[in-house]
């Protein structure tokens, strides 16, 4: 069995080849950051709602 060389990530990363994203990865990318958003809005002014002393 042969013990690996020690690797070197920036090596490896210049060696791959670049690899435009995929339609559906541009949706997923798209969906989780706008449920995030809306989800901070929508938390945010529940919070605001339910600890109005939070709010300053």
């Not at 989780?32 to 002393?53: D, M, N, Q």
Request: hydrophobic fraction near 50%.
């Amino acid at each position: 069995m042969q013990i690996p060389q020690e690797v070197n990530v920036a090596e490896e990363m210049k060696k791959m080849e670049y690899e435009p994203l995929q339609p559906i990865e541009m949706k997923l990318i798209r969906w989780s950051l706008g449920l995030g958003t809306s989800l901070l809005v929508v938390l945010y002014f529940v919070s605001a709602i339910f600890f109005p002393g939070a709010h300053g």
